[in-house]
């Protein structure tokens, strides 16, 4: 048939809601940044309000999720609906984590400023780029596009460490700036945990449309390695 | 026998929006139905609104087909059944003397379990409610019963065979024949016995494509075994079990959280 | 115990489906129906050709075209046209009769009584008792009610005071009506069957639509079961049409000298004819070949009925197969 079903516009009134909401989790991210680099108070305060719009997104695609399912759908469509669950969850701690590094840049732009601000730049810088490429991939039924995220994680988390080491250095020798220096270190590891959970969604893709599970592998880049295995026929 | 307020009385009982608390088109009340001693219907009581869905669930014997042919009568048709308690319909109690079964059966449709087209042609099977009425003028019926065959999804399929008989179609397109049959006389209200039971998956889903097109302008009562059906098609459920009503709700409400055990355990499938 | 069975019978793989002796009961029961059946055939083709034999070669163009003019023993002068047409009409006036009047009542009897009412079982119980009543019971019945009691009241009423009999005499009119009313039970029955053959569905789906009881049968019911009804008649017209006592005392004539023209004369009869050449006949060898020539003559007569009834019901079904 030319036109959708009625159940085929349901599911894709739920991707439409989906995406909303991670359009507005990527923007939370990139202002809760943007003030922090920028110490800008007002921006700050309004990520942190914009956050209770993310959490209802969370439960209104939740509700569309569980009223789809009682229809008992099949194959793509069930894994649709199960994944859109489970990355509506993930966006509502990316929302979260970027509330919280605006609280902290709020904090910081009342503190004067310190010189090691210019790392958490770079690490915000590869870590926004993850959670667009796990959303495109979504959007873009591409999930070669997602296995390439997943072990950019790793490097992520190793700026984690170096920044919390260079910080540490930091507040020893300038005990001054302890305040600054904790505050930077929450930011640092908000940041790390934005980019677990884009390795979470980019998995979520995996798992859509090539029906297999990669969670806990640690490898996703190359089919034929022992974490993507051979194809299924499901795929 | 006198005719018949239920002509002069719109069906469409004003203001209403969809929910079975607003003006309702479809009243029960402390319906109960006996076949002679068997008691098949304990005390309905609920009502339903205007252009919704309602499914009917509940397992085998528990008085959902009987309940429905409450609604246009076909209960008459058996010997022995006494009725206690009202239906009203468009507030018009239709088991009262006053009301004129034909016209009752004009305005409230049905589709049966089986397809039943008539051994006829497929355009005299669609034109025969459209006659009975007194349309005769072929400019009229032609153009009726092409919209008809439209709305049921069978017009592309068929209209280049209009003169063949309609028991030479499959069973999905059949079944599509007898909704397009019922529709052509544009009742208020059309009831559903399991239409969809006797065909294969893909039929099915036709059919059920079709009534969630045809709920824009039909009020719909479907009676299922299919809870998935259900789910997918209605806006309101009720379950019925062993002639009792046991609980009635907006149908994702039902089936995601139903509010009685019985309820519960049978849309889970732990009995019945 | 499987593996048992399997082992003795390992060997032929290919027998593994085939039983372990032989069917005699299934043999047995074959050779015993198709022995039926052979014998049937057999007493039939004994029959007719027996007939066919001795009664052809007597067979001629004057002889069914004709009148008798004098002796209607002789071989060479009977003529049994009249008996021929007589039949022909009493057969054709009682299917007149008796179609509407079981049919209806077929109508009636399923579509309108209650199952189980007292009426209702009485009604059967005649119909069925109907069907038992020797035929001469009929004859005697026909004479009495038809020509003596309405066909008396019809010329008191028609003709009072001048004192005519016109209907209150032996009639083909009565004797058709007789018959119509023997082989009532036969078409009720047909018709009820026809009825009920037909799925409780369609009549559903009309009555669904807003049509009365009435409509649905004219409309939907009755187009359907014409085939069935169609069947009584044949199996009336079959059984009408061979018999003589019900037609002895209510129309039959021995002898007329030519047709009957109106609905209250008398009418010759092949079948009582056949009865006059056996028994009244002065020379029994002079007239056997003449009796075996009427007996083919009405044999074939009622084939033609038959296959006349039976081509109308074929060209009925046909026209309901093409729709389907």
Same mark, same amino acid.
């Given at each position: 048939?030319?036109?959708?079903?009625?159940?085929?516009?349901?599911?894709?009134?739920?991707?439409?809601?989906?995406?909303?909401?991670?359009?507005?989790?990527?923007?939370?991210?990139?202002?809760?940044?943007?003030?922090?680099?920028?110490?800008?108070?007002?921006?700050?305060?309004?990520?942190?309000?914009?956050?209770?719009?993310?959490?209802?997104?969370?439960?209104?695609?939740?509700?569309?999720?569980?009223?789809?399912?009682?229809?008992?759908?099949?194959?793509?469509?069930?894994?649709?609906?199960?994944?859109? /669950?489970?990355?509506?969850?993930? +966006? *509502? $701690?990316?929302? %979260?984590? &970027?509330?919280?590094?605006?609280?902290?840049?709020?904090? @910081?732009?009342?503190?004067?400023?310190?010189?090691?601000?210019?790392?958490?730049?770079?690490?915000?810088?590869?870590?926004?780029?993850?959670?667009?490429?796990?959303?495109?991939?979504?959007?873009?039924?591409?999930?070669?596009?997602?296995?390439?995220?997943?072990?950019?994680?790793?490097?992520?988390?190793?700026?984690?460490?170096?920044?919390?080491?260079?910080?540490?250095?930091?507040?020893?020798?300038?005990?001054?700036?302890?305040?600054?220096?904790?505050?930077? /270190?929450?930011?640092?590891?908000? +940041? *790390? $945990?934005?980019? %677990?959970? &884009?390795?979470?969604?980019?998995?979520?893709?995996?798992? @859509?449309?090539?029906?297999?599970?990669?969670?806990?592998?640690?490898?996703?880049?190359?089919?034929?390695?022992?974490?993507?295995?051979?194809?299924?026929?499901?795929? | 026998?006198?005719?018949?307020?239920?002509?002069?009385?719109?069906?469409?009982?004003?203001?209403?929006?969809?929910?079975?608390?607003?003006?309702?088109?479809?009243?029960?009340?402390?319906?109960?139905?006996?076949?002679?001693?068997?008691?098949?219907?304990?005390?309905?009581?609920?009502?339903?609104?205007?252009?919704?869905?309602?499914?009917?669930?509940?397992?085998?014997?528990?008085?959902?087909?009987?309940?429905?042919?409450?609604?246009?009568?076909?209960?008459?048709?058996?010997?022995?059944?006494?009725?206690?308690?009202?239906?009203?319909?468009?507030?018009?109690?239709?088991?009262?003397?006053?009301?004129?079964?034909?016209?009752?059966?004009?305005?409230?449709?049905?589709?049966?379990?089986?397809?039943?087209?008539?051994?006829?042609?497929?355009?005299?099977?669609?034109?025969?409610?459209?006659?009975?009425?007194?349309?005769?003028?072929?400019?009229?019926?032609?153009?009726?019963?092409?919209?008809?065959?439209?709305?049921?999804?069978?017009?592309?399929?068929?209209?280049?065979?209009?003169?063949?008989?309609?028991?030479?179609?499959?069973?999905?397109?059949?079944?599509?024949?007898?909704?397009?049959?019922?529709?052509?006389?544009?009742?208020?209200?059309?009831?559903?016995?399991?239409?969809?039971?006797?065909?294969?998956?893909?039929?099915?889903?036709?059919?059920?494509?079709?009534?969630?097109?045809?709920?824009?302008?039909?009020?719909?009562?479907?009676?299922?075994?299919?809870?998935?059906?259900?789910?997918?098609?209605?806006?309101?459920?009720?379950?019925?079990?062993?002639?009792?009503?046991?609980?009635?709700?907006?149908?994702?409400?039902?089936?995601?959280?139903?509010?009685?055990?019985?309820?519960?355990?049978?849309?889970?499938?732990?009995?019945? | 115990?499987?593996?048992?069975?399997?082992?003795?019978?390992?060997?032929?793989?290919?027998?593994?489906?085939?039983?372990?002796?032989?069917?005699?009961?299934?043999?047995?029961?074959?050779?015993?129906?198709?022995?039926?059946?052979?014998?049937?055939?057999?007493?039939?083709?004994?029959?007719?050709?027996?007939?066919?034999?001795?009664?052809?070669?007597?067979?001629?163009?004057?002889?069914?075209?004709?009148?008798?003019?004098?002796?209607?023993?002789?071989?060479?002068?009977?003529?049994?046209?009249?008996?021929?047409?007589?039949?022909?009409?009493?057969?054709?006036?009682?299917?007149?009769?008796?179609?509407?009047?079981?049919?209806?009542?077929?109508?009636?009897?399923?579509?309108?009584?209650?199952?189980?009412?007292?009426?209702?079982?009485?009604?059967?119980?005649?119909?069925?008792?109907?069907?038992?009543?020797?035929?001469?019971?009929?004859?005697?019945?026909?004479?009495?009610?038809?020509?003596?009691?309405?066909?008396?009241?019809?010329?008191?009423?028609?003709?009072?005071?001048?004192?005519?009999?016109?209907?209150?005499?032996?009639?083909?009119?009565?004797?058709?009506?007789?018959?119509?009313?023997?082989?009532?039970?036969?078409?009720?029955?047909?018709?009820?069957?026809?009825?009920?053959?037909?799925?409780?569905?369609?009549?559903?789906?009309?009555?669904?639509?807003?049509?009365?009881?009435?409509?649905?049968?004219?409309?939907?019911?009755?187009?359907?079961?014409?085939?069935?009804?169609?069947?009584?008649?044949?199996?009336?017209?079959?059984?009408?049409?061979?018999?003589?006592?019900?037609?002895?005392?209510?129309?039959?004539?021995?002898?007329?000298?030519?047709?009957?023209?109106?609905?209250?004369?008398?009418?010759?009869?092949?079948?009582?004819?056949?009865?006059?050449?056996?028994?009244?006949?002065?020379?029994?060898?002079?007239?056997?070949?003449?009796?075996?020539?009427?007996?083919?003559?009405?044999?074939?007569?009622?084939?033609?009925?038959?296959?006349?009834?039976?081509?109308?019901?074929?060209?009925?079904?046909?026209?309901?197969?093409?729709?389907?």
């Amino acid at each position: 048939m030319a036109t959708q079903t009625h159940f085929e516009k349901e599911l894709s009134d739920l991707k439409e809601k989906l995406l909303t909401m991670a359009s507005h989790a990527e923007t939370a991210v990139r202002n809760a940044v943007a003030a922090l680099v920028n110490r800008d108070y007002d921006l700050a305060q309004r990520v942190r309000e914009e956050d209770g719009v993310i959490d209802r997104f969370e439960i209104e695609v939740d509700e569309m999720a569980i009223n789809l399912l009682a229809k008992a759908p099949l194959a793509s469509d069930l894994r649709l609906i199960a994944v859109a /669950m489970k990355i509506s969850q993930n +966006l *509502e $701690r990316v929302g %979260d984590e &970027a509330s919280k590094i605006s609280n902290r840049a709020r904090e @910081l732009s009342q503190e004067p400023p310190i010189k090691l601000a210019v790392d958490i730049p770079r690490m915000a810088n590869l870590t926004l780029p993850m959670l667009k490429g796990a959303l495109d991939a979504f959007v873009n039924q591409d999930p070669a596009a997602a296995r390439a995220i997943i072990p950019q994680d790793k490097e992520i988390d190793l700026l984690n460490k170096e920044i919390y080491r260079a910080l540490a250095n930091h507040m020893s020798q300038h005990p001054d700036t302890i305040t600054q220096c904790l505050n930077l /270190m929450v930011v640092a590891k908000s +940041l *790390e $945990r934005i980019a %677990d959970h &884009a390795t979470n969604v980019a998995e979520d893709v995996v798992y @859509l449309y090539e029906a297999r599970d990669i969670r806990h592998t640690g490898k996703g880049s190359v089919p034929g390695t022992p974490g993507g295995a051979a194809p299924s026929p499901s795929a | 026998m006198a005719e018949i307020p239920l002509q002069k009385v719109s069906l469409r009982a004003p203001g209403a929006n969809k929910g079975p608390a607003a003006a309702a088109l479809i009243d029960v009340q402390g319906l109960s139905l006996f076949y002679g001693a068997n008691q098949a219907l304990r005390n309905i009581s609920f009502s339903i609104g205007e252009k919704v869905v309602t499914a009917f669930i509940g397992p085998s014997g528990c008085g959902k087909s009987t309940l429905l042919r409450c609604f246009n009568r076909m209960n008459d048709l058996i010997d022995n059944v006494r009725i206690e308690g009202t239906v009203r319909i468009a507030a018009q109690d239709i088991n009262s003397p006053e009301v004129d079964v034909i016209e009752l059966r004009k305005r409230v449709g049905m589709v049966f379990q089986k397809s039943n087209p008539f051994p006829k042609t497929i355009y005299e099977n669609v034109a025969y409610g459209l006659r009975l009425q007194g349309v005769t003028r072929k400019a009229e019926l032609d153009a009726i019963i092409e919209e008809s065959l439209r709305q049921a999804a069978l017009w592309d399929e068929v209209k280049d065979r209009l003169n063949t008989s309609g028991l030479g179609l499959s069973g999905g397109q059949q079944q599509r024949l007898c909704i397009a049959r019922a529709i052509a006389i544009r009742p208020e209200i059309i009831l559903m016995d399991e239409p969809a039971s006797a065909l294969d998956p893909l039929a099915t889903a036709r059919v059920e494509e079709l009534i969630l097109e045809l709920k824009k302008d039909f009020t719909i009562v479907i009676v299922t075994h299919n809870m998935q059906q259900a789910a997918r098609i209605s806006d309101y459920t009720a379950f019925f079990y062993l002639g009792q009503l046991i609980e009635y709700g907006p149908t994702n409400a039902i089936f995601t959280h139903p509010s009685n055990k019985q309820t519960e355990d049978y849309v889970t499938g732990r009995f019945g | 115990m499987m593996s048992e069975a399997r082992g003795q019978r390992a060997p032929a793989r290919r027998g593994l489906f085939r039983a372990a002796q032989y069917d005699w009961l299934s043999f047995l029961c074959t050779g015993v129906t198709g022995l039926a059946t052979l014998l049937i055939i057999s007493i039939l083709a004994v029959i007719l050709g027996v007939i066919l034999i001795n009664g052809l070669p007597h067979v001629s163009w004057r002889f069914i075209t004709t009148g008798t003019a004098s002796d209607m023993f002789d071989v060479n002068k009977a003529g049994i046209l009249p008996m021929i047409f007589g039949t022909t009409a009493r057969v054709i006036l009682m299917t007149i009769f008796v179609l509407p009047a079981g049919v209806l009542t077929a109508i009636y009897l399923t579509e309108y009584a209650r199952m189980h009412s007292p009426f209702t079982r009485v009604i059967r119980g005649a119909v069925n008792n109907l069907a038992g009543v020797p035929s001469i019971v009929f004859g005697l019945f026909g004479a009495g009610f038809f020509v003596r009691f309405i066909g008396k009241g019809m010329d008191g009423l028609l003709y009072s005071g001048k004192g005519a009999i016109v209907w209150g005499q032996p009639a083909i009119l009565w004797a058709s009506a007789t018959l119509a009313v023997m082989t009532l039970p036969v078409v009720i029955v047909a018709t009820e069957e026809a009825l009920r053959a037909i799925p409780q569905g369609l009549r559903e789906a009309s009555l669904a639509l807003g049509a009365s009881k009435l409509e649905t049968i004219v409309k939907i019911v009755m187009p359907q079961a014409i085939p069935g009804i169609m069947t009584g008649a044949i199996l009336a017209i079959s059984r009408a049409a061979g018999e003589v006592a019900p037609i002895l005392f209510t129309g039959a004539a021995y002898y007329m000298a030519g047709l009957p023209k109106s609905l209250h004369d008398q009418f010759m009869d092949l079948g009582y004819h056949v009865f006059i050449l056996s028994t009244q006949s002065p020379n029994v060898d002079k007239t056997r070949p003449l009796l075996y020539a009427t007996v083919l003559v009405l044999l074939c007569l009622t084939f033609m009925l038959n296959i006349v009834a039976i081509f109308v019901r074929a060209r009925m079904r046909k026209k309901m197969r093409l729709l389907n």
